[in-house]
């Protein structure tokens, strides 16, 4: 029986020196401050012009759109797009990838035509003859395949120093400690990011 009464005890003991450190730590952590906004880095911005090309007369869409702003040239050439991006030179390193997407069109009529040929072909009543046959020139299938895809051009960014930048978290995060106060951080990459083009161009720029 006395030994139960010892485990009790210590158990007892165990509880009040949690509640102890739980109320220290709950005191400690009550006396900081927030101390807003802090951004890593020295917060030297550049700037970098871009020139890529596009094809003519195909639909183009430019990837981060929501953080782009389009700005009709008409000194340039249907076929040019520049590209100003500003960023922080010390965490990353910008560049421009283009690649090409097919375009997902649904012809109610075109799927109509194809339901009514299997069925003839179903039946045996069709007769013998040329179903691809779509009476078009070379020309025109590149025109209505052209049609069906679009250009994207994604803004990437070469990520460089995220040792540094870790270190720099852990050293600003210890300073803030001893200060007493909370942050929120935050790593700025990129800032301002603009598109020129001309009014041609635009006509085929497209937003999803």
Do not use: C
């Not at 070469?158 to 050293?171: A, I, Q, R, T």
Request: proline fraction near 2%; aromatic fraction near 12%.
């Amino acid at each position: 029986m006395k030994k139960y009464g010892i485990m009790a005890a210590v158990f007892a003991a165990g509880l009040l020196f949690i509640g102890i450190g739980s109320g220290i730590a709950f005191a400690e952590f009550s006396s900081f401050t927030y101390g807003g906004k802090s951004t890593f880095g020295n917060g030297q911005m550049e700037v970098r012009r871009f020139e890529e090309e596009r094809t003519p007369d195909m639909a183009f869409r430019l990837d981060r759109y929501r953080n782009i702003d389009v700005v009709e040239d008409e000194n340039l050439p249907a076929d040019k797009l520049i590209f100003e991006i500003e960023y922080n030179p010390e965490f990353v390193e910008p560049r421009i990838e283009k690649y090409t997407e097919e375009i997902e069109i649904f012809d109610e009529e075109e799927t109509a035509v194809e339901e009514t040929v299997g069925e003839d072909a179903a039946g045996g009543d069709m007769a013998e003859s040329d179903v691809s046959g779509d009476g078009l020139t070379e020309e025109d299938r590149i025109r209505e395949k052209m049609k069906n895809t679009e250009e994207v051009f994604h803004i990437w960014e070469n990520s460089k120093n995220e040792m540094e930048l870790m270190w720099g978290v852990k050293d600003e995060v210890l300073r803030s400690v001893k200060e007493r106060k909370i942050y929120d951080y935050d790593v700025e990459y990129f800032g301002k990011m603009t598109v020129y083009m001309s009014p041609q161009a635009k006509e085929y720029l497209k937003y999803r």
